[in-house]
């Protein structure tokens, strides 16, 4: 008897230790933990539906779009054109727009890992292909952390192409007892914000020897700057500036082309364009008087309003030169495709 309790023990054992293992297996599969796996692998495998399946893509565009495009309008627009309901009819028409293409990039991306641009592209396709946006790739994903029903954890992408990367922060729900779908992502500011850097360094470089050029022929010296008392019912203001420049050119000026920048307190821009004519100007150190509407509606411009403006809040670029010959050095507003 003791001889085959000894055969048994170990055999019992092992049967436990199994079954211990099974279990323990099939609790890990009803972790969140799996659920990325299986995207994951979806991705690889170019499976659409489960991918779809696991991912709320709808949700996750439409954060996406307002993220986005809320960034790119505070920061970019021309605060002299627009007003509140500009803003708001901009919005949602680009809105409208990313919606209708962004599902259809994205569905081809995981189908056959590329996205075929066509010749006539709206300007959401132009900014997806110049951003190259199917060319991120996943760089890492934290361990998610379950709360009840839901878990959350980090994504970080790499954009192989413009070589940055960005994080967005994922929430998952249970869609059932085994299975975990991805139903919001935040953070989309921050791919915005790796691509602006990016972007400007490639058009810094390519615009090096163009601004050069410029800089010996529109030579600025310094600058002052004060605001106005705004109109009757305080709504805006206007901010002058006194630019002192000395002018150098072998051939008759025609047009000085340039921006006027806020730096807002959130680090967003302010960015208004402005045109002096200079076929009445004569050359030699002289003062240009330059003048930028402070829109409420735009927050660098409201943050200037409310707060006052620093000398260091202020930066002005020269963009373009034209000659009266119609000839001109123009500095590149985006990389040549």
Not at 224 to 244: C, M, N, Q, V, W
Request: hydrophobic fraction near 40%; charge should be negative.
């Amino acid at each position: 008897m003791k001889k085959v309790l000894l055969i048994f023990i170990p055999l019992i054992i092992a049967t436990a230790a199994g079954f211990g293992a099974y279990r323990a297996y099939l609790q890990l599969r009803t972790l969140p933990g799996n659920s990325i796996k299986i995207i994951r692998a979806s991705i690889s495998n170019h499976d659409s539906d489960t991918f779809e399946k696991y991912v709320d893509v709808d949700a996750i565009l439409n954060s996406a779009a307002d993220e986005i495009l809320t960034a790119q309008i505070n920061s970019g627009t021309n605060s002299t054109t627009y007003s509140m309901q500009d803003l708001e009819n901009l919005f949602n028409a680009r809105k409208t727009e990313f919606l209708q293409v962004a599902p259809i990039v994205l569905h081809e991306y995981i189908l056959h890992g590329q996205y075929k641009y066509p010749e006539q592209m709206n300007e959401t396709l132009r900014q997806f292909k110049n951003s190259d946006i199917t060319s991120c790739r996943i760089s890492g994903i934290s361990k998610p952390v379950a709360d009840g029903g839901e878990a959350k954890a980090r994504v970080g992408f790499y954009n192989e192409s413009l070589k940055f990367s960005f994080e967005l922060e994922i929430t998952m729900e249970r869609a059932d007892n085994s299975n975990w779908r991805i139903v919001s992502a935040t953070g989309f500011e921050n791919y915005l914000a790796g691509l602006n850097i990016a972007m400007k360094k490639k058009l810094n470089a390519l615009n090096a020897p163009i601004r050069d050029k410029m800089d010996e022929i529109f030579i600025m010296k310094s600058f002052d700057a004060r605001t106005d008392e705004g109109d009757a019912y305080g709504f805006s203001r206007t901010l002058k500036l006194a630019i002192k420049a000395d002018v150098k050119s072998e051939k008759p000026l025609a047009r000085i082309v340039g921006n006027v920048i806020l730096q807002g307190r959130d680090g967003k821009e302010g960015i208004t364009p402005f045109a002096i004519d200079m076929a009445y100007h004569p050359q030699g150190l002289q003062t240009f008087e330059v003048d930028k509407i402070l829109n409420p509606f735009v927050k660098a411009d409201s943050d200037a309003m409310k707060h006052g403006l620093k000398k260091s809040d202020i930066h002005i670029e020269i963009t373009e030169i034209d000659f009266m010959d119609g000839t001109s050095l123009k500095q590149l507003d985006k990389l040549p495709d």
